[in-house]
């Protein structure tokens, strides 16, 4: 019985302290180079190697690819060699710390610029169409 109570309370006090957890955060999980690479053409399939750049370094500084609607793309099946070079050699600049997105981690097309303001995100930069914001 004693043994139980304290396995009970030692659990309890392991489970109550989300600090000591081993799981890693949600808002920052690691990111799969194919992933990556895909998000990137997914978001800038039709925009220069500097643009995509610039979303691999949001991506990178994200942590995470929640929301990031290139992942999922159609697109994404269906482009080329050269494509998929370009997005790589984005991404690998973007995990050796060249910063493309100047610290931001959120990006969007002209038509997403309303909603971004609306939400009280700040412009940072813009790169061909995508501008990128904090």
């Known amino acids: 019985m004693k043994r139980a109570t304290l396995f009970s309370l030692a659990l309890g006090l392991i ?9 890693a955060s949600p808002a920052r999980t ?20 500097a643009a995509l750049a610039g979303i691999a370094s949001a991506i990178h500084n994200r942590g995470n690819l929640r929301g990031v609607y290139g992942l999922t793309n159609p697109v994404v099946n269906r ?15 973007a995990k050796n710390g060249v910063d493309a997105a100047a610290g931001c981690q959120f ?19 813009t790169i061909g169409q995508i501008t990128f914001y904090k």
């Not at 489970?15 to 799981?23: F, K, L, Q």
């Not at 690691?30 to 190697?49: H, T, Y």
């Not at 080329?80 to 600049?93: C, F, K, Q, Y």
């Open 107 to 125: 990006f969007g097309c002209p038509t997403d610029v309303p909603w971004f303001h609306k939400h009280g995100f700040i412009a940072v930069k």
């Open 79 to 93: 482009a080329s060699d050269a494509l998929w070079a370009r997005a790589r050699r984005a991404w690998n600049l």
């Open 15 to 23: 489970m109550a302290s989300p600090a000591r957890t081993t799981m």
């Open 30 to 49: 690691k990111i799969s180079d194919r992933d990556a690479v895909r998000a990137i053409i997914g978001e800038g399939a039709n925009q220069s190697d």
